[in-house]
């Protein structure tokens, strides 16, 4: 018996009441997949894509890491932008944060966590941009909350600027890009107002965004 015994039974379990509620589910799912979005999101257990959007398997291409990071030197999510837009033909990529965001609050506090501190050094810079508007905030809270979607802003302004999109752009590829925002508390996703779909309008709408998220917290 394996550590793994409970996890492979809860497995068979599903797979068998899946077959039973419809039997043609696995021969469809193991066809080519055709996907209609990428969702670049966190790594957060609490934040299941699919879930949270009542969408089934197949519907989403899925990347994940700490704190929703888009790197420009990062192979591996460039890899996945690549193969999304190039491969699949997506047209919408959604970039995907979360409040209460244990990532963000790691660089929020600049304490020592070992190698997560350089994976989330971007977002400290982003800190350090903003912190005297930051400090304007009255709780601690909503100081890291804001810092949670301006990390969604900014990450969203990364995608933008990689090669793959300037591409995809140059070649009048109908490619959408949006910021989103998920709530624990509630469930609710919250749209960030960052969508865009060419390089001319990037800076309004980033400017916007930007500013919108002072608007909510600083009364």
Same mark, same amino acid.
């Given at each position: ?10 497995? %068979?379990?599903? +797979?068998?009441?899946?077959? %039973? ?6 021969? %469809? ?15 957060? =257990? ?53 409040? =209460? ?31 005297? =508007? ?11 909350? +804001? ?47 960052? =969508? ?24």
């Amino acid at each position: 018996m394996t550590s793994l015994t409970k996890l492979l039974e809860r497995n %068979k379990n599903w +797979a068998k009441k899946v077959s %039973k509620e419809k039997p043609d589910f696995f021969d %469809k799912l193991s066809q080519q997949q055709k996907p209609d979005y990428l969702w670049i999101g966190c790594s957060d =257990s609490r934040v299941s894509e699919n879930q949270i959007v009542d969408l089934p398997a197949g519907k989403i291409f899925v990347h994940r890491n700490i704190a929703n990071q888009f790197l420009q030197g990062d192979m591996n999510s460039n890899s996945v932008l690549q193969y999304a837009v190039e491969t699949l033909n997506i047209n919408h990529i959604i970039l995907c944060g979360h409040y =209460s965001c244990g990532g963000v609050l790691t660089a929020f506090e600049d304490s020592y966590n070992g190698l997560v501190d350089h994976w989330v050094e971007n977002i400290n810079i982003i800190k350090c941009e903003y912190q005297e =508007s930051l400090d304007k905030i009255k709780e601690i809270n909503d100081q890291v909350n +804001a810092l949670c979607e301006l990390n969604v802003i900014y990450q969203v302004r990364n995608i933008y600027s990689s090669d793959v999109v300037r591409r995809a752009w140059a070649s009048d590829s109908n490619l959408y890009i949006h910021g989103l925002i998920y709530k624990l508390t509630d469930g609710n996703l919250i749209d960030l107002n960052i =969508s865009i779909t060419n390089q001319k309008d990037l800076n309004n709408v980033f400017k916007n965004a930007v500013n919108a998220v002072f608007d909510r917290y600083i009364k």
